[in-house]
T-cell receptor
Framework: GENVEQHPSTLSVQEGDSAVIKCTYS??????FPWYKQELGKRPQLIID?????GEKKDQRIAVTLNKTAKHFSLHITETQPEDSAVYFC???????????FGAGTILRVKS | SAVISQKPSRDICQRGTSLTIQCQVD?????MFWYRQQPGQSLTLIAT?????????ESGFVIDKFPISRPNLTFSTLTVSNMSPEDSSIYLC???????????FGSGTQLSVL
């Protein structure tokens, strides 16, 4: 089955700097890659997603890139703010609407 | 996106007992899943709740321990049976929004087993 690895497990950045979180997946049939943000005590929230026919997608300060050949995808957050501090999870599935396999998560701390 | 209500939001239970968690969605959805999030960990899929038929369980999860019902397209329950402290986790129902085919989560049930 699918296996998703996520790095780093923790990431500390200064406010205003960029943050990058990377994931690799094992199932070459996976073609949908969402990212979730989970604040302490709250449910995971979908922040951005990408399909395999697209190499990059942006939404304001966040972007996701996908390298299907290498089977890895990354989350980029620019101009980080303290409210970006949370746990971020990447995930993969064979199709939108199908079950997701999640990475282990990255704790992002933005220091002001 | 769909509004997903889950209850109870938290509970403290004695070992050996069972707890049923309810998940109610404000619109009909095709796909509904149950996930577990152990303390400080990632999200692990327990099963896919199938409307009108038996749930599809992932490796490591069995129906006797986690029976699931899904009587219609807006409601599902997950029961955690014969609980032990190792079952202490957050249990989350999730649904695929028909509009966007994206996965959204309920507010979760934080379970502590003593």
């Amino acid at each position: 089955g699918e296996n998703v690895e996520q790095h780093p497990s923790t990431l500390s950045v200064q406010e205003g700097d960029s943050a990058v979180i990377k994931c690799t997946y094992s199932d070459s049939a996976s073609n949908y890659f969402p990212w979730y943000k989970q604040e302490l005590g709250k449910r995971p929230q979908l922040i951005i997603d990408i399909r395999s026919n697209v190499g990059e997608k942006k939404d304001q300060r966040i972007a996701v890139t996908l390298n299907k050949t290498a089977k890895h995808f990354s989350l980029h957050i620019t101009e980080t703010q303290p409210e970006d501090s949370a746990v971020y999870f990447c995930a993969a599935s064979r199709a939108r609407g199908n079950k997701l396999v999640f990475g282990a998560g990255t704790i992002l701390r933005v220091k002001s | 996106s769909a509004v997903i209500s889950q209850k109870p939001s938290r509970d403290i239970c004695q070992r050996g007992t069972s707890l049923t968690i309810q998940c109610q969605v404000d619109s009909q959805v095709t796909m509904m899943f149950w996930y577990r999030q152990q303390p400080g960990q990632s999200l692990t899929l327990i099963a896919t709740a199938n409307q009108g038929s038996e749930a599809t369980y992932e490796s490591g999860f069995v129906i006797d321990k986690f029976p699931i019902s899904r009587p219609n397209l807006t409601f599902s329950t997950l029961t955690v049976s014969n609980m032990s402290p190792e079952d202490s986790s957050i249990y989350l129902c999730s649904v695929v929004d028909r509009v966007g085919e994206k996965l959204f989560f309920g507010s979760g049930t934080q379970l502590s087993v003593l």
